[in-house]
């Protein structure tokens, strides 16, 4: 459904240049749902963007290859880019407020996107509203067609963003911390939601979160980002079961002890995250590292397979010619 590779992002601001995203390769497969963790700043926001072509083209630098269901996003002009957003791969956002337009209904905003996208009569796309709405559980949905966003909750407010990105039918579905704005409770009601769409419409899911405890309630894969790249890859019980780069390990165990909690957050490791507009020739953990090394400084890790679907990039793991798993020296 997915694939990446080797996607560079970079932003001019203020006479700096912002490396964002540093060579991030990822794949995504029919029905998948893959998380993208890590602290603000990792790049995992950006590289969501990018799969849509939602950054400012004036101040951006793209560079890499991405192809969603068999299309070169990179290649799209501006009129098949919108035919894309919709029927293709739709985004919702931490923030439903944001997506919305105030003025206007939210049954008007998803019929006028029904209509644009699937070019559908103002009664069909009115019905097919209903019926997006009717699929996210929101009660009473010939009332809620007629409400404004301000007059819903945080919870029924997204889950109308959620109906409003499913009403064009997307094969792709890219969540931008769709809950962390939201209670306790009501994430966990909207991350149910997003497992039990994905499961009736097999759908793919990129969900970018900081908060573990999200991305154990949907994910199938989780890739950890730092400093723009992907620095670990696997599935999540895997991931869960045996973290191999320092980072992931410092982010799981900075949970509190007793396994992992619904909702919970990653808590903050010492030291802060890079600068990406000076980042450092090697590894860019490697300030914050207890096992940095020589070799960290002087260049960037490989990735290397330490596992079945198990990736790694961290000098403690080297490439090996056998095809056996290396060993976690960090794991806890
Ligand atoms: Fe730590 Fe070196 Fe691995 Fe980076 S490459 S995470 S500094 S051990
Ligand atoms: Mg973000």
Redesign the pocket.
Known sequence: MVAVSDLHVRFSSGGKVIEAVNGVSLQVGKGEVVALIGESGSGKSVTLRSLMRLHPERSTRIDGRIEIAGRDVMALSKKDLSAFRGPVTSMIFQEPLLAFDPVYTVGQQIIESVRRHRGLSRQAARDVALESLRSVRIPSPEQRLDAYPHEMSGGMRQRAMIALALACQPQLLLADEPTTALDATVQIQILILLRELQRELGLSIIFVTHDIGAAVEVADRVAVMYGGRI?EEAPLGELLRNPC???SVALLNARPQGGLRRGERLETIAGSPPDLSRLPP?????SR?????E??LAGV?ARVQVGSEHFV????FEPTTDQGAAPCP?TP
């Open positions: 620095v780069h320092p980072y090697g590894c860019a953990f490697a590292c207890k096992h940095a090394g070799a960290c890790p990039s961290c000098h403690l960090t």
